[in-house]
C-alpha cells in the first residue's frame, strides 16, 4: 500500500536484474533488447534509492546496436541520461559477456560515441576510450571569498579537476564539490569534481563528487581518466598509472602522449558481479523517491 500523498508508479511486471560494481561505483543492470523499460528514468529514481530500494549510483540498460556489439544507455540515479560512465561502462561489458551477448573482445556503443572493452580473467576488464577533448588547463572559478584554480576537460562527460596538497583522505569533500559542481561559469551542465594528491609520477589518489548522483561516490571512471589525463598534460604523470580510489580499490590508467595531450586511453579495473535478482512491486513501490532524496514539507491528502 502507498504511503499517504505518494504516487504509484506503472506496475511492472516481473524482470531480471543484474546488481555489479566497478571499483566501488554500483549499478542496476538490465538487459533491455526487448524494449521492455518504457520509462527508464522513473523506474531510475526508484530502483537506486538506498535503503528502500536496490540502491545504486545508476542504471545501466543493454540495447541492441547496428553500430557496435550492442548498445548501453546510462542514467543517474536522479533519472536523467547521462552521456557517458566509464565504470558503468566496463560493467555493462563483463554482464554482456556472462549473459553471452558479446565475445571477449566487444564495441559498445554510448552517447559519447562507440569505445571497446576487453574481458580478462577474474572479473578485470579493459575500456579502450577516444583522447580526452576541450582541456583547460587552468580554469579558476571563485566561491565566496575564495578563489580555486582547477582544470577542465571533457571525458565523455565534463570533470573538474583539482590538485590536491593536503591529506586527501581527511578532508570532507561534498561542500566544495557540491559549489563547484553547481557554480554558474560550469552551467548549463555541470561538471564532475574530482580532488587528486599525486603521490608519485606512476600513483595517485582521487575523490569525485558526482553530479546526477549529488554526493560523492565510491570511484568515477571518467574523473579517474579525466584526472590522470590532466596530470599527464602538466607533465607531472606517466603510463601507467596507478589510481587510488574511495572505495580502496585500485584501477589502473594507461596511455600514450598525443598532440598536446594523450591518446589510446585504457582504464582498466574491476566489474563485479555482486549478485542476480528478480524485480518485485515492492522494489518499486510504496515510496517517493523525491521526498528521500529532498525532504520537503508534506500535506496529507485525506
Not at 533519472?79 to 563483463?94: E, P, Q, V
Not at 569505445?115 to 576510450?129: C, F, R
Request: hydrophobic share 40%.
Amino acid at each position: 500500500m502507498n504511503t499517504i500523498g505518494t504516487p504509484s508508479p506503472p506496475r511492472q511486471e516481473p524482470l531480471a536484474f543484474a546488481k555489479m560494481s566497478g571499483a566501488g561505483n554500483d549499478f542496476v543492470v538490465i538487459d533491455n533488447r526487448n524494449g521492455r523499460v518504457t520509462d527508464p528514468g522513473e523506474l531510475t529514481r526508484r530502483i537506486c534509492t538506498r535503503r528502500i530500494s536496490v540502491g545504486a549510483d545508476g542504471l545501466i540498460l543493454i540495447e541492441n546496436s547496428g553500430r557496435a556489439t550492442f548498445r548501453m544507455r546510462y542514467y543517474n540515479s536522479d533519472g536523467g541520461l547521462s552521456d557517458f560512465c566509464a565504470n558503468g561502462t566496463r560493467c555493462a561489458a563483463r554482464f554482456a559477456f556472462m549473459n553471452v551477448i558479446a565475445g571477449r573482445k566487444m564495441t559498445i556503443e554510448t552517447d559519447a560515441g562507440i569505445v571497446g572493452a576487453e574481458i580478462a580473467d577474474h572479473g578485470l576488464v579493459t575500456l579502450v576510450l577516444p583522447s580526452p577533448r576541450n582541456f583547460t588547463a587552468d580554469r579558476p572559478l571563485v566561491i565566496g571569498n575564495t578563489t580555486v584554480h582547477g582544470s577542465a576537460i571533457l571525458v565523455g562527460v565534463p570533470h573538474y579537476v583539482v590538485f590536491l596538497r593536503a591529506d586527501l583522505w581527511s578532508q570532507d569533500i561534498e561542500p566544495l564539490g557540491r559549489s563547484i559542481r553547481e557554480h554558474r561559469d560550469l552551467q548549463p551542465h555541470g561538471a564532475n569534481v574530482n580532488f587528486v594528491v599525486v603521490r608519485d609520477p606512476s600513483s595517485i589518489e582521487i575523490r569525485t563528487y558526482e553530479r546526477g548522483v549529488e554526493a560523492e561516490t565510491l570511484a568515477c571512471g571518467s574523473g579517474i581518466v579525466a584526472a590522470v589525463s590532466v596530470g599527464a598534460m602538466f607533465g607531472r604523470l606517466k603510463s601507467p598509472v596507478s589510481v587510488l580510489t574511495r572505495s580502496g580499490i585500485t584501477v589502473e590508467v594507461a596511455f600514450e602522449p598525443g598532440d598536446g595531450g594523450v591518446q589510446d586511453v585504457r582504464l582498466k579495473g574491476d566489474a563485479r558481479l555482486i549478485y542476480r535478482a528478480t524485480l518485485t512491486p515492492e522494489t518499486l513501490e510504496g515510496f517517493d523517491p523525491e521526498f528521500v532524496r529532498h525532504p520537503t514539507v508534506r500535506v496529507e491528502v485525506p
